[in-house]
């Protein structure tokens, strides 16, 4: 199994910065890619950003791309989500995922991280 665990969250003014961590363990973690979510009240989960873990490549919505920075350490298992220029709409809880190698999904995923940006 693979545990990921979320930390970073708080509340922000808009135009502030906040860095969101998610630390991956467990003996069968292999990922091919890790991303982050969000889910804001009464809406669906989506898709914030994506890291290729071996490659580096990176991937963004669009509503995110320019203001958020998507980045991993390896060798501590862990990638990060460096969010500035924040705004209201941005208010969600954030979730870290983890698609394992040879997987088509989003295997695993994080217990979630609330980020709020009040006006």
């Known amino acids: 199994q693979v545990q990921l665990v979320e930390s970073g969250g708080g509340l922000v003014q808009a135009g502030g910065s906040l860095r969101l961590s998610c630390s991956a363990s467990?003996?069968?973690?292999?990922?091919?890619?890790m991303g982050w979510f969000r889910q804001a009240p009464g809406k669906e989960r989506e898709f914030v950003a994506a890291?290729?873990?071996?490659?580096?490549?990176?991937v963004y919505a669009g509503s995110v791309k320019g203001r958020f920075t998507i980045s991993s350490d390896n060798a501590k298992n862990t990638v990060y989500l460096q969010m500035m220029n924040l705004v209201p709409e941005d208010t969600a809880v954030y979730y870290c995922?983890?698609?394992?190698?040879?997987?088509?999904?989003?295997?695993?995923w994080g217990q979630g991280t609330q980020v709020t940006v009040s006006p």
């Open positions: 995922a983890a698609r394992q190698r040879g997987e088509i999904k989003w295997n695993y």
């Open positions: 890291i290729t873990w071996t490659s580096g490549a990176t």
């Open positions: 467990g003996r069968t973690f292999n990922p091919y890619m």
